[in-house]
């Protein structure tokens, strides 16, 4: 194949998406629980901002990521958000897909101005896009982790404005902010 005739192209998800995205999260999780949790999240207020992208190779739907808004501590002072999840269908994995979603949904999101953004993920994946452990930056988890995922809770700030005092608690949208989803 060319390049050209091989082209992957990265869209914010529409409301006519949704059956693809859904299809996209089942098919790289094996399972209907991230695919349930994209569509609670896609339907809560709680997590707007949101911000939603679609892969797709040759025109077929290939990846999916989501970032939602999530607050830290009172007041809400920093915009925050959370990667969760990013999807690829397996036979577009290891391809770049993962790749594309989370530099392009980092880029819009330094252009809306977010402060952070936040995921739970491999260290060795995530750092590559600049992420480190959050602790660095005093951001606790929603739920208290195992110790050995210390390093998986990450940040990535985005902009030079002030993150709150102290150690703020992450607080995800209310879809996401259930125990099931944060502990092993």
């Known amino acids: 194949?060319?390049?050209?005739?091989?082209?992957?192209?990265?869209?914010?998800?529409?409301?006519?998406?949704?059956?693809?995205?859904?299809?996209?999260?089942?098919?790289?999780?094996?399972s209907d629980t991230e695919a349930r949790l994209v569509d609670d999240l896609l339907a809560d207020r709680t997590a707007r901002p949101l911000?939603?992208?679609?892969?797709?190779?040759?025109?077929?739907?290939?990846?999916?990521?989501?970032?939602?808004?999530?607050?830290?501590?009172?007041?809400?002072?920093a915009s925050a958000s959370i990667l969760a999840p990013l999807a690829v269908v397996p036979e577009a994995q290891r391809s770049g897909v993962g790749t594309a979603l989370v530099r392009d949904g980092l880029?819009?999101?330094?252009?809306?101005?977010?402060?952070?953004?936040?995921v739970?993920?491999?260290?060795?994946?995530?750092?590559?896009?600049?992420?480190?452990?959050a602790r660095g930056f005093g951001i606790r988890a929603p739920y208290p982790l195992p110790e050995t995922w210390n390093?998986?809770?990450?940040?990535?700030?985005?902009?030079?404005?002030?993150?709150?005092?102290?150690?703020?608690?992450?607080r995800p949208a209310r879809s996401l902010d259930r125990p099931e989803y944060w502990l092993p």
């Open 1 to 30: 194949m060319t390049a050209a005739a091989d082209a992957l192209t990265v869209r914010p998800a529409g409301d006519g998406d949704r059956a693809a995205v859904l299809d996209i999260e089942r098919r790289a999780f094996d």
């Open 51 to 77: 911000i939603s992208l679609i892969a797709e190779r040759n025109g077929r739907p290939v990846g999916h990521v989501l970032f939602t808004a999530i607050s830290l501590g009172e007041g809400n002072l």
């Open 107 to 118: 880029a819009r999101l330094a252009d809306e101005r977010c402060d952070v953004v936040l």
């Open 120 to 133: 739970l993920g491999d260290p060795a994946y995530y750092g590559r896009f600049g992420f480190v452990p």
């Open 151 to 170: 390093d998986a809770w990450m940040a990535q700030r985005l902009s030079d404005r002030p993150l709150p005092p102290g150690t703020p608690v992450a």
